[in-house]
């Protein structure tokens, strides 16, 4: 039986899970850590003292492997975690990249504060091609859809600001380099003024990962945090009634 561990700083994760769930059988063990998000904010030292909490925990669950569902924590603490833990990490990042590379035209990167701060993706896509790779911190994204806002004008004014370069300049491929910011893709792409090649990571990761898969799914969830927005975020994303168990790390 395929045991797979999911984790990301708080629900953004939950769109990976989904999109695994949907193509692949398996038991999984989602944790997100939205009492303390944003990730994005926090220092390098403070995302991999995280990050190695949440695997902490979920290593008594005797997890096959683990999905890396948060940019941020993939950008900045992946290499910790795989010298601290015997297991193979599958970053949503390089899922990102690989996506990239396969579709033509330059790179226009959404992502939060730390992960713009590793420049992951401008050095793995312009080391690895010919493009052209522009990244900006969409610092406020986060903090909007733990909320639960997805519309609006505050929102779209933010969009706006964020995506101006890539208004300006046509670019022909976005990336979603955050796994919050696909609950506000049809926000972002509504304040486009071409049409472009939005990527979405998991999309790519859902299709690429091969397993030995179960006959069914089970899944049990956890959140640092388990107010009521929380839970209905969650069931919403994942279609179905979700029971949210609390954590402490």
Same mark, same amino acid.
Request: charge should be neutral.
């Given at each position: 039986m395929t045991r797979i561990g999911v984790f990301d700083s708080g629900i953004g994760g939950v769109?990976?899970?989904k999109k695994l769930m949907d193509r692949h059988k398996a038991t999984y063990f989602y944790l997100g850590d939205n009492k303390r998000i944003?990730? +994005?904010?926090?220092?390098? /030292?403070?995302?991999? $003292?995280y990050s190695n909490q949440i695997v902490n925990f979920l290593e008594k669950y005797k997890i096959d492997f683990y999905v890396v569902a948060c940019n941020t924590i993939a950008a900045n603490a992946l290499n910790d975690l795989k010298k601290n833990f015997d297991k193979k990490f599958i970053p949503v990042t390089e899922m990102g990249v690989k996506a990239c590379l396969e579709n033509e035209g330059d790179v226009f990167v959404l992502a939060t504060k730390a992960t713009v701060a590793t420049h992951y993706y401008k050095k $793995?896509? $312009?080391?690895?091609?010919?493009?052209k790779v522009t990244e900006v911190a969409a610092l406020k994204f986060v903090d909007f859809i733990e909320e639960g806002i997805d519309s609006g004008d505050e929102l779209d004014f933010a969009i706006k600001e964020y995506i101006k370069e890539a208004n300006d300049k046509k670019i022909e491929n976005i990336v979603l380099g955050c796994t919050h910011y696909p609950m506000i893709k049809d926000q972002i792409e509504k304040n486009l003024t071409y049409k472009a090649n939005i990527i979405d990571p998991a999309d790519y990761l859902s299709q690429k990962i091969s397993f030995l898969e179960n006959d069914k799914t089970d899944l $049990?969830?956890?959140?640092?945090d388990t107010?009521?927005?929380?839970k209905n975020?969650?069931?919403?994303?994942? +279609?179905? /009634?979700?029971?949210i168990n609390k954590v402490i790390l």
């Open positions: 769109n990976v899970l944003p990730y +994005g904010s926090k220092s390098k /030292d403070q995302i991999i $003292e $793995e896509i $312009e080391s690895r091609s010919n493009k $049990e969830i956890f959140m640092t107010k009521p927005i929380t975020m969650v069931s919403k994303i994942l +279609g179905m /009634d979700v029971t």
